[in-house]
């Protein structure tokens, strides 16, 4: 186990970081290391951790816009939010239960270094979309802004969009500013019991296209809603599809019977009121449903959301696998049992077949050591992504490794 | 004008003729265009001021053939200008005397809908209103929507990362599309991202839009197609004074709503519009706001009488719900035809920096002040919901002296917007306008880099030479912006 150097400013950081850079010997870069079991491993001399920069100093609420030292643990930027009646409406997801870390922990920065996006992201954009302005410090060592504090801004080009998402590879992110949304004043759950994968993903798909901003929507088959903590709809023990509305009380009450209605042909649904809604979404966001255990292996796969019952199929013609389906359809977790290679020519076969990407979230060390954990990229995309790394960290100072081999 | 242009490569300027016959017999005669009454017609773009005849015109018709121009000109080391419309108010599709034009306007088929996954995959030259046609039937549309959207195309936005008045909720273009295909300047056909969210590795796509046609041509995309709420409609509310409008933008999403539009117009753009649109406006007021909310009808109703209740605080002088869809669509001919309104009154050069809402009443008096002290008058247009601002600042184009003026009055007022917390362009671009405004935002580290990231698009800095940054900045490997 390496040290852990914690920097309390942007300064510090480049302090600590500048007798690596001088050595040319890389570091590993963690917030709370919540997500430190995912990707490829490394072979690093020391831990860079930005969990003592912490703190919002910025938020102006009727400006939908805040600010916040990279390290700042999301719990406390999500509290500030709603003691504002606001929110971070990508709602990200914690990867940290679901790949063996801790739950709970994680920071704003690796919240957009790793591009991290839940239910939400269906009807509102990802993290990157969210994403205003950063500062961070570069594989060279030095300081950088670029971005702003508001909402419109193509001055220059968009360096928010291409660092997040880089796991570290890039920068460290010493501070974020980002976009904020009111919260709703209600919610509601629409769910329907019982239907098939590939009529559940056909629910959502029909859902998505009625005029009622539908914000969430999930199917999960029996065996997986059986795992959901959420006990007035585990107890159920039946495959649930659930749709999400949100808007002001009368509006949802209008829009939960006005889909009712339109989506009749699905059968009956219950309707969940707010409490139960913000718990059943609120697990999903910890991904409950995939609980760590190391006798399996936890794929994220993103695809055309009619493609997500067909890639499953293909996958399960070669292993078991237990899933579930988010974006309508178009992200599924997949859990197939632990194995030399996870799966992964079974599952990159049937992505590239029917189109979309993998990304290995849960495996053991000499698993990610084997395979490709990231969707492999075309030779012309690598060459692109090549350069990038070598403008932002010629030296392959950050997390080198973790993302492919040779950035 | 004051802005210079890199000097023409005289070698290139000497081979014009070979080089013409090489693109004709790539291309093929009819795709380009090289007599001097058809380069005149993309002499300039949205930024009339400047002009610069092309060494040529190509409008290819598929990938393969800009694939194949580009290819050519790389081998040549000949400078590329891509062009959608060429409604750019920035400059950013200024030719170079010693650049190839190379056009999308000819590649405007929709490829694929998929209503279930709720993407268009068209080709670039599309415009923008077009993919919203196409789809509209089922009830879809695409949603950035500047006001140049009759006539401005997808590859211009894609450029641009063009924002509109309904992005307060919708987002800019980079948050509506999914994929592109894309030809850099060596030739090489790059995919990007495809009907599935958030492709993996390095958001290549995301670095690519909003790069002013500096990394390479976009021939495709994959754009996300949202369906349309049930009805939308729009309220006017009237105020005395610019600072009670802003603070009524605040009060609103306080409260927790964020209306799809919040337009701002003062009283001399609210002259102008009337004139032009007859949509109703208030004669009297020195503030306007444009308030779009959607949803079913009783929603609609709910949420106007809801902001109706908030603005009563701030003693709006009108409050007029549109009285029907004809007066919607005359309250928003009004606002999307405002820069033509205004120039047919008189030339104007239109300003697009973003400011933090909570700065608006000072940064409208700067920029009063600023005009005043030119001797410039100037019509304050803007999306009030997320603080991106038009001044037009009125001129005249047959004195050098205003027009002279109006410049520098424009790069006060922008020095004005990064000063509040601010920035540059929040939706035009930098083009070749804002150019030599960049290192009031960035320090020259942050554009080293973004320079660099140019490099490795396009190493030899053929695409769209001269803009975005200042000419006398150089990458480190040497390059010079001005090559």
């Known amino acids: 186990m390496s040290d852990i150097l914690r920097a309390a400013t942007a300064w510090e950081l480049q302090s600590m970081l500048a007798p690596y850079v001088e050595k040319k010997v890389p570091v590993e870069i963690i917030g709370s290391g919540s997500k430190s079991r995912i990707g490829r491993p490394m072979q690093t001399a020391a831990t860079l951790s930005t969990v003592s920069m912490h703190g919002i100093w910025m938020y102006e609420p009727t400006e939908l816009v805040m600010s916040a030292h990279g390290g700042t643990p999301l719990a406390q930027i999500e509290a500030a939010l709603a003691s504002n009646n606001q929110m971070l409406a990508f709602e990200p997801t914690d990867l940290g239960p679901a790949s063996g870390g801790p739950r709970g922990t994680q920071t704003i920065a690796s919240v957009f270094a790793c591009n991290s996006s839940g239910s939400r992201r269906v009807a509102i954009g990802a993290a990157r979309d969210h994403l205003l302005g950063i500062e961070g410090v570069s594989g060279r060592g030095q300081l950088f802004n670029a971005g702003g504090r508001v909402m419109k801004n193509v001055t220059g080009y968009d360096l928010c969009r291409g660092i997040a998402g880089s796991w570290g590879t890039l920068a460290i992110l010493t501070e974020v500013t980002f976009k904020v949304l009111p919260a709703p004043e209600k919610t509601a759950t629409l769910v329907y019991h019982d239907l098939p994968d590939d009529i559940g993903v056909e629910l959502m798909c029909a859902a998505m296209r009625l005029p009622y901003e539908v914000s969430g929507t999930v199917h999960l088959p029996k065996s997986v809603a059986g795992r959901l903590e959420h006990s007035s709809l585990a107890d159920q023990c039946h495959a649930i599809t659930a749709l999400r509305i949100e808007n002001f009380e009368k509006s949802v009450d209008y829009r939960a019977q006005a889909m009712r209605e339109a989506l009749k042909v699905y059968g009956d649904p219950t309707i969940v009121g707010s409490m139960n809604s913000l718990e059943f979404w609120g697990e999903l966001r910890r991904l409950s449903v995939m609980p760590y255990d190391e006798a399996t292996c936890l794929w994220r796969v993103s695809t055309a959301p009619m493609m997500g019952p067909k890639i499953v199929a293909s996958i399960r013609r070669h292993m078991p696998a237990e899933v579930m389906y988010d974006w309508s359809g178009g992200l599924i977790w997949i859990e197939v049992p632990a194995s030399a290679d996870a799966g992964a020519s079974d599952v990159r076969r049937a992505v590239a077949v029917h189109g979309g990407h993998a990304t290995l979230i849960r495996a053991d060390q000499s698993v990610r050591a084997a395979v490709e954990v990231f969707q492999p990229q075309s030779p012309l995309a690598e060459r692109l992504m090549g350069g990038l790394k070598v403008v932002f960290d010629p030296m392959r100072m950050l997390n080198p490794g973790r993302m492919y081999a040779n950035i | ?483």
Request: glycine share 10%; aromatic share 6%; proline share 4%.
């Open chain 2, 1 to 483: 004008m004051t802005l210079q242009m890199p000097q023409p490569d005289r070698e290139t300027l000497n081979r014009s003729e070979d080089i013409i016959a090489d693109l004709k017999r790539i291309a093929g005669e009819e795709a380009v265009i090289a007599d001097e009454d058809g380069r005149r017609t993309f002499e300039t773009d949205g930024l009339t001021a400047y002009r610069a005849m092309p060494l040529a015109v190509v409008l290819p018709d598929t990938t393969d053939l800009v694939a194949e121009v580009l290819r050519y000109c790389h081998r040549e080391k000949i400078k590329v200008v891509a062009r959608g419309a060429g409604t750019s108010l920035c400059g950013g599709a200024l030719p170079l005397e010693d650049a190839v034009v190379v056009g999308v306007s000819r590649m405007n088929k929709v490829l694929e809908i998929d209503y279930d996954s709720r993407i268009a995959r068209v080709e670039s030259g599309i415009t923008n209103l077009a993919i919203s046609n196409a789809v509209s039937e089922e009830g879809f549309f695409y949603a950035p929507d500047p006001s140049s959207q009759l006539a401005c195309t997808l590859a211009g936005n894609l450029a641009m990362n063009s924002g509109g008045a309904h992005c307060l909720k919708y987002g800019v273009t980079t948050n509506n599309v999914l994929g592109a295909k894309v030809v850099l300047m060596d030739g090489e056909i790059l995919e990007l991202g495809g009907p599935h969210l958030d492709a993996e590795g390095y958001d290549l796509l995301g670095l690519m839009i909003g790069s002013e046609g500096q990394f390479g041509i976009i021939t495709e995309a994959t754009v996300r197609i949202l369906r349309a709420a049930e009805g939308a409609r729009p309220m006017l509310l009237g105020f005395a004074s610019s600072e009670a409008a802003g603070a009524c933008v605040s009060a609103i999403i306080a409260t927790g709503i964020i209306p799809v539009a919040i337009e701002f117009m003062d009283r001399p753009a609210i002259e102008v519009c009337e004139s032009f649109a007859k949509a109703g406006y208030p004669m009297d007021a020195e503030a306007l706001l444009i308030v779009e909310v959607e949803g079913s009808e009783e929603e609609i109703n709910d949420r106007l009488t809801q902001i109706s209740c908030i603005a009563a605080a701030y003693n709006p002088t009108t409050i007029q719900v549109s009285s029907g869809a004809t007066q919607s669509a005359k309250i928003w001919k009004g606002r999307k035809s405002a820069f033509g309104a205004i120039g047919r009154i008189s030339d104007y050069y239109c300003m697009d920096g973003t400011i933090p809402l909570s700065r608006l009443p000072e940064v409208l008096r700067g920029i009063s002040e600023i005009c005043a002290a030119h001797k410039l008058r100037v019509a304050n247009i803007f999306h009030a919901g997320d603080g991106n601002l038009h001044p037009l600042i009125l001129y005249d184009a047959n004195d050098p002296t205003s027009a002279e003026r109006a410049e520098l009055a424009g790069a006060e007022i922008l020095s004005l917007c990064v000063e509040v917390g601010g920035c540059l362009t929040g939706e035009h671009g930098v083009g070749i306008e804002k150019r030599d405004l960049m290192l009031k935002q960035f320090s020259e580290t942050d554009l080293s880099l973004q320079m660099q990231i140019k490099s490795v698009f396009d190493p030899e800095w053929l695409l769209n030479p001269g803009k975005v940054f200042p000419l006398h900045l150089t990458v480190d490997a040497g390059t010079s912006n001005a090559a």
